[in-house]
């Protein structure tokens, strides 16, 4: 009887691991996702559900165990010293909680948070040496990706050169603005071309094409976030850390907040859930992170997802509602 319930359990999650990979392919590497990323984001989780009740089912090439796809194209690649990891999302108040109640386990007493909007595009790498941009990549599969450096170029948002002459790693996101995205699917309307599904998509097209003219074009902006090592840096959290990148010519998204409780986690949420639409990009939810960048360190992460940071995704909003009753079918 158990051994039947084993072999149930085994065949679905071989069929949710099949459908997931063939989703990431569409939505990875051809830029055209086939279903709602809720609809995704359901099936990932009903495997990650599989896999931690039964640890002798993962295998090593499941997607829950690797960052993104496989890299196809023609763009010379990158190795990151330092993986672009993906990140642990939850959906209730309550996961976020237990979020929080792991990294008290682990640290041994409440920290405080950033929170930061989870900007809906994809995650670039840009290089710097002695100030000056030498290298931009895409995250690819976390530990390879592609060299787009002439195309993020094109970027007004992306500086050349630093206001301080350091050697620096900076990560952040690549983003179509609502109304860039308006316009472009108008006009491929308009010339009878295939329209983009999301601006994620559009951004991650418009970042791989082999005319950097193409890409500037496309109106593309950045949020930057993150850094590969904080060792160049004076600051020493992360709220501190946004202020520095601002300072030394990055673009960042000015909506952080450092939260002390998780009231004040809450209370952002709920802020920036009601101001989604009105903002002039695309938000799929909010991003909390340990503020201490040497607890960030200590904390680490899996092989996937930094242990100090997750994501509290949002519903999807009421159009896409409509799409995902039709096309759940897992
Ligand atoms: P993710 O997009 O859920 O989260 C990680 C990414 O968030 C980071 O890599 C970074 O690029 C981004 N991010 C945005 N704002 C950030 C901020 N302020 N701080 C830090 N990171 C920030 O993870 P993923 O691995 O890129 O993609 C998985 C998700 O993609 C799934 O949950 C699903 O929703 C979607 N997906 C959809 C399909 C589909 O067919 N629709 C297929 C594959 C994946």
């Not at 939850?90 to 909680?97: I, M, T």
């Not at 409440?110 to 909007?117: Q, R």
């Not at 094109?154 to 301080?164: G, Q």
């Not at 990055?250 to 952080?256: A, D, K, S």
Request: charged share 25%; with cysteine; proline share 5%.
């Amino acid at each position: 009887m158990a051994s039947q319930k084993n072999d149930a359990l085994r065949d679905e999650a071989e069929a949710l691991r099949q459908n997931l990979r063939e989703w990431g392919v569409a939505y990875y590497t051809e830029d055209n996702p086939v279903v709602e990323d809720i609809t995704y984001d359901k099936a990932y989780q009903r495997l990650v559900e599989i896999e931690t009740t039964h640890p002798e089912l993962v295998t090593p090439d499941s997607p829950t165990q690797q960052v993104g796809d496989a890299i196809i194209s023609d763009f010379s690649k990158v190795t990151h010293d330092i993986p672009m990891l993906s990140m642990g999302d939850v959906f209730s108040e309550e996961e976020l909680a237990a979020f929080n109640q792991r990294i008290i386990n682990n640290v041994g007493e409440p920290v405080s948070y950033n929170c930061e909007l989870k900007i809906d595009g994809l995650a670039i790498s840009l290089r710097y040496e002695d100030g000056v941009l030498v290298q931009g990549s895409t995250r690819g599969n976390g530990s390879i990706g592609e060299d787009i450096t002439r195309n993020l170029k094109t970027i007004p948002s992306i500086p050349t050169k630093l206001t301080k002459p350091l050697t620096i790693e900076v990560r952040g996101e690549c983003y179509m603005p609502k109304e860039s995205f308006a316009n472009l699917n108008k006009t491929r309307e308009a010339n009878g071309e295939a329209v983009f599904a999301n601006p994620r998509n559009a951004a991650a097209g418009s970042l791989r094409q082999l005319d950097p003219k193409v890409t500037a074009s496309r109106k593309l902006s950045t949020f930057m976030y993150n850094v590969a090592s904080f060792d160049p840096l004076e600051s020493r959290t992360q709220s501190e850390m946004l202020a520095e990148l601002q300072e030394l010519g990055f673009t960042i998204n000015p909506t952080y907040r450092v939260a002390n409780d998780m009231d004040a986690i809450y209370a952002y949420v709920d802020d920036y859930q009601a101001q989604r639409s009105e903002l002039a990009y695309g938000i799929d939810g909010i991003v909390i992170k340990v503020n201490s960048l040497p607890l960030q360190r200590s904390l680490g992460a899996t092989v996937k997802v930094p242990r100090w940071a997750i994501a509290y995704k949002f519903p999807p909003e009421e159009s896409e509602t409509v799409v995902q009753e039709i096309e759940w079918t897992v």
